[in-house]
């Protein structure tokens, strides 16, 4: 199953280019982070799980943090799921992975200017 065959587009905005990051530093150890959405029809985010960069033993490592409200999503990325394991303990940088989300399908939600 994928997000395509419900109707879902899926998304990501990357913590560190949205306008809202400005002055606001990320807690333990993080230094960037990338929200993935399960998006509708209306464009409204449905269901979302975060992939964080952090310090762990002097490298920068990815870690995925998902909640019970949102394996469902996860599993109708599965092109996602294969992607990481075909890098499995790589420590690929963020910059890099958004390139290879985006060449995956992903579209890049991530708001750069306020909507005020």
Known sequence: MSASKYGYK????????AWYSKGQPLANNQIDKLNISLINED???????I???GELSGNVV???KVFDDAWRALSLMPELIQYMASIDDCNK???????????LGFIDKTPKTSAQ
């Open 93 to 103: 940088p963020i910059d890099d992975f958004v390139k290879d989300l985006i060449d």
């Open 51 to 53: 992939i964080e960069w």
């Open 43 to 49: 464009d409204v985010e449905v269901s979302s799980f």
């Open 62 to 64: 990815p870690r995925l």
């Open 10 to 17: 899926k998304g990501f905005s990357q913590y560190s280019k």
